[in-house]
């Protein structure tokens, strides 16, 4: 079972490490533009080995496709990620550009793989990526609304003392600080209502905080956040090797779903070897409706500025 990572960045190394560190995969492939950047994080993460104790073979290279040839599942975290103050909407014309190159390298020695897109922002490059591969809508699949889902339930969490573990908590809709849309009537503590537990007041607090939530750490660390994304992307590839049909929201094309066409948006899907396997429609409030269209409409409209 072999995964290679396009970017050696902070996304793309934490990831590596996860999947080292959880034996995920058999081998995993660092690759970054930047010059022995990924043979050092690589060689850094193998040398965790003997502390961590796996087995996991973790290998980096500087722009030599040849190296990931054959994977089963390529995660994309190559491009620019956003400063205080950016939108992630922001990073479109320099991250566009990047996956271009990367997705037709990718392909060439790759060609059966699963791409899980990381790279901001998410739902266009995941578009984009779709449209540049030419492959089933199945096997590329954006990462965004596992990690605003991870964030929801730690926000969650705070505010209500329970523990993280025991809670459900799901976010749809774009990978943006005004797009996304997380869903106090799905959240529950061992299947019931979130409701019981928090007053609407906390609830609407931790629906801020979440859609806010990545703004907040890029705010506090200087660029944007490393462990959940990396993590969250670690969590993916592993529902796809093992073939896990885990429920997981993440960004796929819509053609019909939720009334939505010809876009790539964030909704609850099964994922299993094939990459995505079936899309589950959730029963939405007519406000959540609404939501859900005016997301998809942001969303079109950075689409829009896509160069090809
Ligand atoms: N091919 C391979 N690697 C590239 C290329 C390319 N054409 N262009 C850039 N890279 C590499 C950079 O050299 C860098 O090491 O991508 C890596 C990105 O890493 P970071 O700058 O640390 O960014 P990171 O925090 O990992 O975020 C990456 O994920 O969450 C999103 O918004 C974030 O779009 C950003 C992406």
């Not at 791409?115 to 954006?142: E, F, M, Q």
């Not at 537990?197 to 629906?207: A, K, S």
Request: hydrophobic share 40%; proline share 4%; with cysteine.
């Amino acid at each position: 079972m072999k995964v290679s990572i396009i970017g050696a960045g902070n996304v793309g190394a934490t990831c590596a490490q996860v999947l080292a560190y959880q034996q995920i995969a058999d081998e995993v492939v660092l690759l970054d533009i930047n010059e022995g950047y990924a043979e050092g994080k690589a060689m850094d993460i193998m040398q965790s080995a003997n502390a961590i104790g796996f087995d996991t073979v973790v290998k980096g290279s500087t722009n030599d496709y040849k190296q990931t040839e054959n994977s089963d599942v390529v995660v994309v975290t190559s491009g620019i990620p956003r400063k205080p103050g950016m939108t992630r909407e922001e990073l479109i014309s320099t991250n566009v550009k990047i996956v271009e190159t990367v997705i037709k390298s990718t392909l060439e020695h790759s060609p059966n793989a699963v791409l899980i897109i990381v790279t901001n922002p998410l739902d266009t490059i995941t578009y984009a990526a779709l449209k540049l591969s030419n492959l089933p809508k199945n096997r590329v699949i954006g990462m965004g609304n596992l990690l605003d889902s991870s964030r929801f339930k730690y926000f969650l969490s705070k505010k209500s003392n329970l523990p993280i573990s025991e809670l459900d908590a799901i976010v749809i809709g774009g990978h943006g600080d005004t797009t996304m849309i997380p869903l106090p009537n799905y959240s529950k503590y061992k299947g019931l209502p979130i409701q019981d537990f928090l007053t609407q007041q906390e609830i609407d607090e931790v629906v801020s905080e979440t859609m806010v939530g990545g703004a907040t750490l890029t705010k506090l660390l200087g660029t944007s956040a490393w462990y959940a994304p990396g993590a969250s992307a670690a969590y993916m590839v592993d529902a796809i090797l093992h073939d896990k049909k885990k429920l997981i929201p993440c960004a796929v094309l819509l053609e019909g779903e939720y009334d939505t066409n010809d876009v790539v948006v964030g909704v609850p899907c099964v994922i299993g070897k094939n990459g995505w396997e079936k899309i589950i429609e959730l029963d939405l409030t007519d406000a959540e409706k609404e939501k859900f269209k005016s997301s998809v409409d942001a969303i079109r409209e950075v689409n829009a500025q896509i160069p090809f």
